[in-house]
């Protein structure tokens, strides 16, 4: 009888963990699947993307690669401008702002705290037109500096909404032990605050270069030269329309995509880690 | 040094509609060097006071002066707590986790910018009193709980603070190395001749360190005094129970033998002497009181024949043994009254048998009357000529 049961429970712990794989792997498949077809497809020459199914390879060629790299050099190239300054500045200062929204707690600080959460979600659409203009008269549409503006706006707010939530495992009691011991607001947030919450500024760090990095809207409607473009919207001239090849258009999306795959391959497991350290509260 | 004084201190937390009032017109001096003890029960207001004074938080109401300089008041705080020069070892220390035990002990000195040089001068003079010099490379996470209490008062002297105020800091340690934590505390304050505040809700802390004490009770300043005031002559219950063990029971006044007496449950008799404001609110109606002893001021006789000094001790008749239980070569007893619900505690310094019948004696100037709501009737006329709501 016992001897039956152990048996029928070892097999039921069996079945769940096969289960428990069987799901995962199924979970990984569709997320593997685009990136596969987008591999296997801008490998192909244009005649063999035209007769052979999306998901069945033909050969290699880096012929269709090679044309897009050329291409895609300068919005790449562009987009790096962009985008890493945009995300450095939005974690950092707006780690400052969920620092003094953390520290100092007013009414007033409530209030900012949900423009805040509220300008995170506020769809770019509503502002772009009166944002286009504003960098028309500052002299900055269709430049660098513009961009970057533009996406700060948009992405400081999502830097320190994520950094707000990082922050408020930090144990209350070491920031003011700090006051105490005579620091500053900006001792205090790069020798105490900074040091112990990188996991959570690497998380907000990789999302906002991705989610920069992938946003199509904003740069464009406040680039006009093919010079501007960024990679987000190079892309767009390589799906749809006459004459589209579909093995380039593989190859572009290939390229634009290979930064955000780098980021969450190499630094998927810190990204992991800052949400982790959100459960189990920073030791301190 | 500095001369700390609480004017009228109210605290309130919450919004308005949802206050919530934790201390309420608090006022007490702490003199220039002094070692001064804070006591009181669990959510007393204990921290919260300390907290006013590190300038962590802003009285609602009242002022707070130091050196008679106002720092803040009516809700709002004008020296901030960077720059009130304080040391504070925090209840878990709140050391910085991703720092060694080194530049722990030397940020504050880094906050000021101190040449290099001297921080480790400094920092080096500081662990070798407290003998932490093998750990200063090492983190805090990875070094014992003595360990750390020792950082965090190094930490919190390394500026040469005119303030040192430590919160429960013996709490989270083992009871085997509190007391030679509690004597190093006390030699570094009185070498460094620095004013410190201690609070703590364990009277060892208080009697062993603090030589003036305020116990706060219910957000109230229950009382302030010397601390051997507060354990002999506390203003109510509250207080008398905060500084240490007391025996409390109700009984009601008669007169016996043409004079008062308390009489403990249907056997035990204790003749007591009234004053005249307690004589007054007991006139007035209700004749019961609360009678309040020390376990160290009773005396339990089990012979019938042996002398007792009656110029010290009054008898308080008999009683039976419940228990004896034994700790650092002395008997706890437990004594059951006849007809009382609550048992007595207790020392004998030999063990007695439960079941035994003894006599009882208490010691004669430390036996405590309080009227039924908790206050000394002997401590103020006026504390007990007031009628107070329970
Ligand atoms: N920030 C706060 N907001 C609301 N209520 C608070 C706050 N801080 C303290 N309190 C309340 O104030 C009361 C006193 O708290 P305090 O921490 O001062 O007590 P304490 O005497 O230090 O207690 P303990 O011995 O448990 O440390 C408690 O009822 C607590 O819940
Ligand atoms: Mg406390």
């Avoid at chain 1, 300068?74 to 003094?100: D, K």
């Avoid at chain 2, 109230?220 to 219950?237: R, V």
Wanted: charged share 20%.
């Amino acid at each position: 009888m016992t001897r039956f049961r152990l048996v029928s429970s070892i097999t039921a712990g069996r079945l769940y963990t096969i289960g428990k794989y069987a799901v995962l792997v199924f979970i990984a498949l569709i997320w593997l699947l685009p990136v596969y077809s987008m591999v296997i497809n801008s490998l192909k020459t244009a005649a063999g993307v035209l007769t052979t199914p999306v998901l069945q390879p033909s050969g290699i060629s880096f012929h269709a690669l090679k044309v897009v790299a050329a291409a895609m050099e300068r919005p790449i190239f562009n987009s790096f401008v962009v985008v890493l300054p945009v995300a450095v500045i939005s974690t950092f200062v707006g780690g400052m702002a969920a620092y003094y929204l953390y520290r100092v707690q007013s009414y007033f600080n409530d209030v900012m705290f949900t423009v805040v959460a509220i300008a995170t979600f506020i769809p770019y659409q509503i502002t772009l037109v009166p944002l286009t203009r504003m960098l028309a008269q500052m002299g900055i549409f269709n430049t660098y500096q513009g961009l970057i503006f533009a996406f700060l706006i948009f992405y400081l707010p999502t830097g320190a909404l994520l950094m707000s939530i990082f922050l408020a495992v930090l144990p209350k009691r070491t920031i003011e032990a700090a006051r105490i011991d005579g620091a500053g607001d900006w001792l205090i947030y790069r020798k105490i605050v900074w040091p112990l919450v990188i996991p959570g500024s690497i998380s907000t760090f990789m999302f906002i270069v991705v989610e920069s990095w992938n946003n199509f809207f904003i740069p464009l409607i406040l680039t006009s030269t093919p010079q501007m473009r960024t990679t987000s919207v190079a892309v767009l001239y390589y799906s749809g329309g006459f004459g589209t090849l579909y093995n380039e258009s593989f190859a572009a999306a290939l390229m634009s995509s290979i930064l955000p795959l780098i980021i969450i391959v190499v630094l998927g497991r810190y990204f992991i880690k800052g949400f982790l350290a959100l459960g189990t509260g920073s030791k301190g | 040094m500095v001369k700390i004084e609480f004017r009228k201190v109210g605290k309130a937390f919450g919004k308005k509609n949802r206050k919530k009032d934790v201390i309420s017109d608090m006022s007490f001096e702490v003199s220039h060097g002094d070692m001064y003890g804070i006591i009181g029960a669990s959510g007393a207001g204990k921290t919260t006071v300390l907290r006013m004074i590190a300038g962590l938080e802003e009285p609602t109401s009242g002022s707070i002066l130091f050196d008679n300089k106002v720092v803040a008041e009516n809700g709002r705080i004008l020296v901030p707590a960077e720059e009130r020069n304080i040391g504070m070892v925090f209840q878990n220390w709140a050391l910085y986790p991703h720092m060694s035990n080194f530049e722990n002990i030397a940020f504050p000195l880094r906050a000021k910018r101190v040449p290099n040089d001297k921080i480790r001068e400094k920092v080096e003079y500081l662990a070798n009193l407290l003998d932490i010099t093998e750990t200063l490379r090492r983190r805090p996470g990875l070094i014992s709980g003595g360990q750390q209490q020792r950082v965090a008062v190094c930490r919190a002297l390394s500026k040469d603070p005119s303030l040192l105020l430590l919160d429960e800091p013996f709490s989270n340690l083992d009871a085997t190395i509190k007391d030679s934590a509690r004597s190093l505390v006390r030699t570094v304050q009185s070498e460094l001749g620095i004013t410190a505040i201690i609070v703590s809700h364990d009277p060892a802390d208080i009697f062993a360190l603090a030589s003036n004490t305020l116990c706060i009770t219910g957000g109230k300043s229950g009382q302030a005094g010397k601390t051997s005031d507060l354990y002999h002559a506390p203003n109510s219950i509250d207080v008398a129970r905060s500084i240490g063990e007391i025996n409390l029971l109700r009984a009601t006044v008669e007169v016996r033998n043409g004079r008062d007496a308390a009489v403990l449950g249907e056997e035990n008799i204790l003749p007591v002497t009234l004053s005249q404001a307690a004589r007054s609110s007991l006139d007035s109606g209700d004749r019961s009181l609360i009678v309040g002893i020390r376990p160290e001021d009773i005396r339990i006789v089990e012979d019938s024949q042996e002398q007792v000094d009656a110029r010290r001790w009054l008898a308080a008749g008999n009683a039976t043994v419940k228990i004896s239980s034994y700790s650092a070569g002395i008997f706890r007893i437990l004594l059951r009254l006849h007809g009382v619900e609550t048992d007595l505690a207790t020392t004998s310094e030999h063990f007695l048998p439960p079941g035994q019948e003894v006599s009882m004696f208490f010691r004669k100037d430390d036996v405590k009357l309080f009227d039924n709501s908790g206050y000394n009737l002997a401590a103020t006329p006026a504390a007990a000529a007031v009628p107070h709501q329970a």
